[in-house]
């Protein structure tokens, strides 16, 4: 939602995104609802965990990029590529026409999912497995009576009679309550595929809802395959790859779009940078070091989270026999039954980790890349001691992501996120009192570079921007005169303590010294 409020979608999408709300064999409160976590999630961003389904957000970035200049051709497909001295040849055959033609670029961005045949044709190597199969069905049905007086996203339903094919069924609400996609798992991990009729789809899906005068709709069903598989590069040449097909993995945590729209957030200034010469193509080679690990964190942790789910699934029993077993054992007044509460809710807690993860959401670092500077004496911050799966770290580091605080211009003006003032493709930096020389600093460097800008604000009393709360003067890690320089996309790319001895010129000369190690010009 950072990225999508940094190009000016958010409050346009927060009218099509459905309200977020939080048995039956347990509930849980979801992203960012519980009320003892509810501070931590306001904290870490200005924006809001958003219930908006693909399907819902493409359409907005297809017309707001198309505005934008992009063009967009449906029904095609990558059939091969050549790289040149100078750019790539594509070639790509239209579906609806027959028809094969080429494609020149300076640059080809592979974001072509799972079955990337990009990286397949780069022969860049993809470690990990495919676990097992799955299947999706879209559907529409009226369910309100059942689920509106307990809202949920995400309701499992595990029924000990159903198919070995779909043995426990996943409502994932689209719309509330009446479009969803339910997605049905295997009992077993042997990965085998089936194509089961319509009507088996229909028999499967009124004996999960449990009410079969309920009129169905099925708008899509399709196979799909869990995979535990990160690719070894993001980067071969001039082939940059993004999103699922360097990284896959099944859709527990929810971190499928919106890792991918943080990849391109990564990508897009650069290549942006590099295509108006403002940077060398050496910055195009930070794209593997910063994102590749944090796409292998965030497929350890789905897959850890799917292993929650089936540990779930394994204690309540998908047999009716294994079943009976275990409802008998959570009613038993007896120390069993009592040991079988506990694993049962030990089992639900668990999953707390997939649906209250702040911090695997929010903790992208990337320090030690050659797009960061670190000032010599300047210390990484400790958080040994933190929960990184839930809690966020909060830092000005070189590397770290800005932290979110409130400012305002003055006590008659709308508080607006630091964040507002960064990014839209320009760096930024903050100062504060007695700082203006890293402004004057700021003027002199975009003056000199036709077209490239970096922007600068002083924080503090009487300065542009007040710090509402107290809040940056206590995560800036540096003093009044020092200064904070943000990437567009949100990272801090350097910071120094204080304000140079030199005065200006010496401002003048640090700062073009830093934006020219991190552009490579």
């Known amino acids: 939602m950072e990225v999508l409020r940094d190009a000016g979608l958010e409050h346009r999408l927060t009218t099509i995104a459905s309200p977020a709300h939080g048995e039956e064999y347990g509930r849980l409160w979801a992203w960012g609802n519980k009320p003892s976590q509810k501070g931590d999630y306001e904290v870490a961003s200005p924006c809001v965990m958003s219930d908006l389904p693909q399907s819902f957000l493409e359409p907005v970035l297809v017309e707001e990029a198309s505005k934008l200049g992009a063009e967009f051709r449906f029904n095609t497909e990558f059939v091969e590529l050549k790289e040149t001295r100078d750019g790539v040849i594509t070639t790509v055959y239209d579906r609806a026409t027959g028809e094969t033609y080429d494609i020149k670029a300076s640059y080809l961005v592979g ?57 426990v069924g996943n409502f994932r609400m689209v719309r509330p309550w009446n479009e969803f996609v339910v997605s049905m798992h295997p009992s077993s991990k042997d990965g085998r595929s089936f194509d ?33 598989q990160v690719a070894r590069s993001w980067q071969k040449g001039r082939v940059l790859c993004i999103g699922d097909a360097t990284h896959r993995h099944p859709p527990i945590n929810g971190l499928g779009s919106n890792t991918c729209l943080s990849d391109a957030f990564n990508l897009a200034w650069k290549l942006a940078y590099v295509l108006n010469d403002w940077a060398t193509p050496i910055l195009l080679d930070t794209l593997t070091t910063e994102r590749k690990p944090v796409g292998d964190a965030i497929v350890r942790r789905a897959n850890k989270g799917m292993e929650m789910h089936r540990r779930l699934w394994d204690i309540i029993g998908l047999t009716p026999d294994a079943r009976q077993k275990a409802v008998s054992l959570l009613e038993a007044p007896t120390p069993e039954g009592t040991e079988m509460r506990l694993e049962w809710r030990k089992a639900l807690e668990a999953t707390d980790d997939e649906v209250q993860a702040l911090g695997i959401q929010m903790n992208q670092v990337y320090t030690g890349s050659r797009a960061t500077v670190v000032e010599v004496g300047d210390q990484a911050p400790d958080f040994s001691k933190l929960n990184l799966l839930k809690q966020v770290m909060v830092s000005t580091f070189p590397g770290y992501h800005l932290p ?118």
């Open 111 to 167: 974001a072509d999912g799972g079955r990337s045949k990009v990286i397949e044709s780069l022969g860049i190597e993809i470690d990990g497995q495919q676990l097992n199969t799955a299947f999706n069905v879209h559907i529409k049905a009226e369910l309100s009576k059942y689920i509106a007086h307990r809202p949920g996203s995400l309701n499992w339903i595990l029924n000990p009679d159903a198919p070995d094919w779909s043995a």
């Open 404 to 521: 979110h605080i409130w400012l305002a211009a003055n006590s008659q003006s709308e508080r607006i996120s630091i964040l507002d003032l960064a990014g839209s493709g320009k760096f930024t930096l903050f100062t504060g009192i007695g700082g203006g020389v890293w402004l004057e600093a700021a003027k002199h460097f975009s003056c000199h570079r036709t077209g490239l800008e970096v922007k600068g604000y002083t924080i503090g009393f009487r300065c542009d921007y007040m710090d509402c709360y107290r809040d940056w003067e206590g995560v800036r890690g540096v003093g009044d005169t020092g200064v904070v320089l943000v990437r567009p996309d949100h990272f801090v790319a350097w910071r120094c303590q204080s304000a140079p001895n030199g005065g200006e010129q010496e401002a003048v000369t640090r700062l073009g010294a830093v934006m020219s190690e991190i552009l490579g010009i």
């Open 196 to 228: 089961p009729s319509k009507e088996a789809i229909l028999e499967r899906l009124y004996q999960m809802i449990g009410d079969k005068t309920v009129p169905i709709e099925i708008l899509s069903a399709f196979q799909w395959t869990i995979n535990d």
